[in-house]
């Protein structure tokens, strides 16, 4: 068989790393701003840049692009996020990441 996580650890789990991503979690301090220079402006260079810091690994293209679009929410992947969607922006991708199977994988 395979594995399986019920429904009521995947939801901690997700709601954990949305706490981290909006830095409320208890004890944990985490700065998206801090983290992410404002040199890296567009949704590739930013999904690029958490990937490596929290998953330590390279996406696989399909997830990546995933990853991207939901940065981008709708305009050019290529284009720099607006400054004051950025902050809430990399929150979520931070949220989005800790709850992924990649940082389960280890």
């Known amino acids: 068989g395979g594995y399986w996580v019920n429904a009521s650890a995947m939801l901690t ?6 706490a981290i991503g909006n830095n409320t979690a208890a004890g944990i301090r ?3 701003d801090a983290r992410v220079p404002a040199t890296l402006r567009t949704p590739a260079e930013i999904v ?3 990937a490596q ?3 330590r ?4 293209p399909e997830d990546r692009a995933k990853f ?3 940065a981008a929410a709708g305009a ?3 284009a720099p996020l607006a400054a004051a969607a950025r902050t ?9 990441m800790l709850s992924s199977p990649y940082f389960m994988y280890r």
Do not use: C, F, H, K
């Not at 789990?13 to 949305?18: D, F, G, H, Q, S």
């Not at 690994?57 to 696989?60: I, M, P, Q």
């Open 53 to 55: 810091r929290l998953l």
């Open 88 to 96: 809430p922006r990399i929150r979520e991708l931070v949220g989005a």
């Open 76 to 78: 050019r992947a290529d």
């Open 48 to 50: 690029d840049r958490l």
């Open 30 to 32: 985490w700065n998206a």
């Open 57 to 60: 690994r390279t996406l696989a």
């Open 13 to 18: 789990r997700w709601n954990n790393a949305l």
């Open 68 to 70: 991207i679009e939901y």
